[in-house]
């Protein structure tokens, strides 16, 4: 499979590149852990200044059911902003996917724990032809080995179990133990449980190219503030 450049992986090494640890704000609207994430606020708004204050791409979640998303906060997001979005949800058909097109999504996240293996294969497949760049999420060994033989641009560790909508105590221990078996070339990032500049470091002096954070951002009384306390330089270890 030939992997076609894309503008959000590409927009991550340009932040690396420049010597900066890539963050991802991930916008929901609530978590299964958490609860009600926005307090009243616009997602909308938090997205437009997180693009002003630096952020090279979003995240955005569609999940209607345990993370209150909808297809169309995406779509208002990538109206709003000029930043590539990156769809998070439980994709597992075709349909999704050109949704997911139509919706103005550059990249969507596929979940190597919740699909069969010739069914994340058709997937991947599918979103590169489409122009859409998978990020294929793991969070064990066994996830992580079963796609290593394949081309991948993007590729997420998932400090949480996603099985069990992240109600665990994760870590950026999961990164660290994981991070020597991810395919070589491809840019890999640290996902949940990262709240501080400390994590961050971590999931760096691993190996990771990028972090996701979500909760950390959108609980912070101020977004942007958090956001820039965690797009810290990157250091070749602690």
């Not at 996603?162 to 994760?170: A, F, S, Y």
Request: charged share 20%; proline share 5%.
């Amino acid at each position: 499979m030939q992997i076609p450049g894309n503008n959000y992986s590409n927009a991550l090494w340009s932040k690396y590149n420049s010597g900066r640890i890539p963050v991802i704000p991930d916008l929901k609207l609530r978590s299964p852990r958490e609860g009600d994430l926005l307090q009243g606020r616009d997602p909308v708004e938090i997205a437009r200044v997180l693009a002003a204050a630096g952020a090279p791409v979003l995240s955005v979640v569609t999940e209607p059911v345990h993370f209150g998303g909808t297809p169309q906060l995406l779509h208002r997001i990538v109206q709003a902003t000029s930043l590539p979005v990156l769809r998070k949800d439980f994709i597992n058909n075709t349909e999704q996917l050109l949704e997911s097109l139509e919706l103005g999504a550059s990249a969507v996240l596929l979940i190597a724990s919740m699909l069969e293996k010739e069914q994340l294969l058709k997937l991947i497949e599918e979103a590169f032809q489409l122009g859409l760049e998978p990020l294929v999420e793991t969070h064990n060994r066994e996830e992580i080995d079963s796609i290593k033989e394949l081309q991948l641009s993007m590729i997420g560790i998932n400090n949480r179990d996603i099985v069990n909508l992240e109600m665990d105590d994760g870590s950026i221990q999961t990164t660290e133990e994981l991070m020597g078996l991810a395919s070589p070339g491809a840019l890999v990032i640290s996902e949940s449980s990262i709240s501080t500049p400390l994590d961050v470091e971590r999931a760096s002096a691993a190996g990771a190219h990028a972090v996701l954070v979500g909760t950390a951002i959108l609980q912070a009384r101020d977004p942007v503030e958090m956001y820039q306390c965690l797009s810290i330089s990157r250091r070749v270890s602690l």
